[in-house]
């Protein structure tokens, strides 16, 4: 068959404009159902078309290879999805582009560097051993696990991260994140929402929200400043390095501003998406009782009866495959949209400049040709050496992909291991019972929704230590 080019004239199939004036409801109703029937129905490649606005879904590994690292300069994050996020955020490393996003990345990555991450395991496991102590003196019983992982993820991002300790505040800032990116999922799915300088309800909630998160950002800035007036010497952490750094052309540091959207970005972005994993990765646990006995067996075999430690990791093969198997059919990020700065092509389509890419790692991740039994829970799958593994690198982005792919990828899979591998050992977790089904909620991230209300209820029996 004669591969299409882009100058054969033919157009990407999809919606025009009146189709998809009628298929708003739908998609702010399912936006995973939406991209996914039209994936099945249009192909790898589907256009919509609103005026003289174009976007095109990508669902082809070679495509969102192209946007994401071979021509990733030509696409920007000039979207209503970053700008959205931004005003939670601000100008962190997940909305900003450019030099600013460069310059930003080069200051934090060593922060992430493998020898930082391993020295994190006590504050990982102080925390987790925390939690469930406070669990044994009250389960067996119900617990909402989706509740407890946000609480949990948050409080290691403080201290791994900005050396702070968030025991006590973690419930209210969870709170006021969550009404935070509620209020942007909603005004982005929302085109006629009031703008937020009106004084609604929900726009309310939403500055008191970001109001709790500046505040808390401002008086953990203000502390560490006081301690390094008072010669103290502060903690070799990433908060120091931000507060330290200096523009090596300008010879500037960083405006408080841009200081608040890091930590911001950070403490958002370095706990929400672990805990949506891990929330995720219980349920398919608690609903695949024989993967979680093979979990069990092998804790038991590699660790016994002491605490996991970051040295285990790589023995605790299961306990991975677990957590690759879940990204791939729960990936956090959902979605990621860019935006083409001049004409480009993918697969043999022209894509005019201004266009808008959309692209969703769960469609991509259970795309059938790429995955046997795409919808079923089989982490046995990743078995092997990732050089083996039978699918395109970019069909499988959990993390994204090319140069913009998530810096804390490597940090998120040692704290989710250690947690989750924490838990087992001293937990077992089945289904409430009478609960109804389980529904993805698509958010900033997916979260786990039971007759319209957040949240997930699981059985924790303790387990003979």
């Not at 690292?69 to 696409?75: A, E, I």
Request: net charge neutral; with cysteine.
């Amino acid at each position: 068959m004669k591969q299409r080019t882009a100058h054969d004239g033919d157009r990407i199939p999809g919606l025009g404009s009146m189709a998809l004036l009628f298929s708003i409801p739908r998609i702010q109703r399912n936006p995973l159902a939406f991209l996914s029937a039209c994936a099945q129905r249009y192909g790898d490649l589907a256009r919509f078309e609103a005026g003289e606005q174009m976007a095109c879904f990508v669902n082809s590994p070679t495509a969102i290879r192209r946007v994401l690292q071979d021509n990733h300069r030509n696409y920007t994050k000039d979207t209503i999805q970053y700008d959205q996020l931004a005003t939670v955020a601000g100008r962190g490393l997940l909305t900003s582009d450019g030099e600013t996003w460069l310059s930003h990345r080069r200051l934090i990555q060593p922060a992430f560097h493998p020898r930082r991450i391993e020295a994190m395991e006590t504050a990982i496991l102080r925390a987790t051993t925390a939690m469930l102590a406070e669990w044994r003196g009250r389960l067996p019983g119900s617990v909402d696990i989706d509740a407890e992982m946000l609480r949990l993820t948050l409080q290691i991002a403080g201290q791994t991260l900005f050396s702070i300790d968030l025991s006590r505040d973690a419930p209210r800032l969870t709170q006021a994140i969550l009404t935070a990116l509620d209020h942007i999922v909603y005004r982005a799915s929302n085109f006629l929402a009031l703008p937020d300088h009106i004084p609604t309800p929900r726009n309310r909630r939403f500055h008191a929200a970001l109001a709790t998160l500046d505040d808390a950002v401002r008086d953990l800035i203000d502390a560490r400043r006081s301690q390094s007036a008072a010669k103290d010497t502060p903690p070799d952490d990433l908060l120091s390095a931000l507060l330290n750094a200096t523009d090596t052309d300008t010879g500037r540091q960083l405006d408080d501003r841009a200081i608040r959207d890091e930590v911001l970005t950070l403490l958002i972005a370095g706990h929400e998406t672990t805990a949506s994993a891990l929330t995720w990765a219980w349920h398919l646990l608690a609903t695949h009782p024989e993967a979680q006995e093979k979990l069990r067996r092998e804790i038991a075999q590699v660790i016994g009866p002491r605490p996991p430690q970051y040295a285990d990791l790589p023995r605790l093969i299961w306990c991975r495959q677990v957590l690759e198997e879940t990204l791939r059919l729960y990936p956090p990020a959902w979605l990621i949209t860019r935006r083409a700065i001049q004409a480009d092509e993918l697969d043999g389509h022209a894509i005019p400049a201004g266009t808008l890419v959309i692209i969703s790692p769960y469609t991509i991740q259970r795309h059938p040709a790429y995955w046997s039994d795409p919808d079923c829970f089989k982490p046995e799958r990743f078995a092997g050496e990732r050089a083996d593994y039978p699918w395109p690198r970019f069909a499988y982005i959990p993390f994204g992909g090319g140069p913009r792919v998530c810096i804390g990828q490597n940090l998120a899979m040692v704290e989710a291991m250690l947690i989750l591998a924490s838990l087992a050992q001293q937990f077992w977790f089945e289904p409430e019972r009478g609960q109804s089904a389980v529904d993805i909620a698509p958010l900033v991230t997916l979260r786990p929704r039971v007759k319209g209300r957040r949240g997930l209820q699981l059985r924790a029996r303790p387990l003979q230590l």
